[in-house]
């Protein structure tokens, strides 16, 4: 169902307002670059600070540019379980294939609360994508919690953003070798699929989509050799665009090689120069700048 190189989709600003021309035209480039999937207003859409409307605007119109040829998963989580809910029902109506919903922050619920708020959002009938990701959400969903999801017909999956790769193997164990594992962190994900993951949520691929989608594709058809040599290309990409937060890095890189401006929205900064100039560096060991 979802597998191999799936950009975390930035969105694009303008003056201060989505700028929606772009962001069909990013769409239709990573469909021509490889990409395995897309996904829009995750962080590194920058969820945060969109309105529900900028939200569900930006699925809406991402789902109709990428008009079947690649799958969307619909960023669709919130730390309120009714807010989820009205999400998914928006990403369901216009289309989406999946959501990506993280687990709770800053409420900080039990495990028993993570069961109760996906068991009800699974009730929307939509593909579920957990995302689970502790460093930033302060809740870590663990191995036997997603065990008990599993048994659900709609929790199809995890994007793993704890930098643990025996975790893979553990929810292999609890959540069954059809579950689909996805990292969620582009600096281990060769390591991670080689543990039985099956892509990556990546914030490097808005930038550098067809060696991600190279990459990824490699280990999916066992071709370690293949792999490791593209990401040790890539391998100073992923570390220069989390110099500062990735999207911000992200937004950077992509400003260089002209597919988007590099605005971001406060408490967002725009990169540091000394940033830019590591970046800069990283893009040209990619082969992505001259």
Known sequence: ????????????FKNGAVDIDTLKRLVDWHVEQGSHGLVPVGTTGESPTLSHEEHETVVAEVVKAAD???????????????????FMEHAK???????????????????????????????IGLPIV???????????MLPDTMGELAKLDMIVGVKDATGDLARVA????????????????????????????RGCISVTANVAPKLCSEMQQATLDGDYETALILSDKLMPLHKAIFIEPGLVGVKYAMSRIGLVDPEVRMPMMPALDTTKAVID????HAGLLN
Request: glycine share 14%; aromatic share 8%; hydrophobic share 40%.
């Open 130 to 140: 957990i995302y689970n990701i502790p460093g930033r959400s302060a809740i870590d």
């Open 281 to 284: 560096d990283a893009m040209r």
């Open 170 to 197: 553990w929810q292999r164990i609890t959540c069954g070798e059809d579950f689909i594992q996805i990292s969620g962190e582009d600096a281990t994900a060769v390591g991670f699929n080689a543990m039985g993951g």
């Open 93 to 123: 109506a216009v289309g989406a294939d999946g959501a990506l919903v993280v687990t709770p922050y800053y409420n900080k619920p039990t495990q028993r609360g993570l069961i109760a708020h996906y068991t009800a959002l699974a009730g």
């Open 68 to 86: 079947g040829r690649i799958p969307v998963i619909a960023g669709a989580g919130s730390n309120n379980t009714d807010e989820a809910i009205r």
């Open 1 to 12: 169902m979802f597998k191999g190189s799936i950009p975390a989709l930035v969105t694009p």
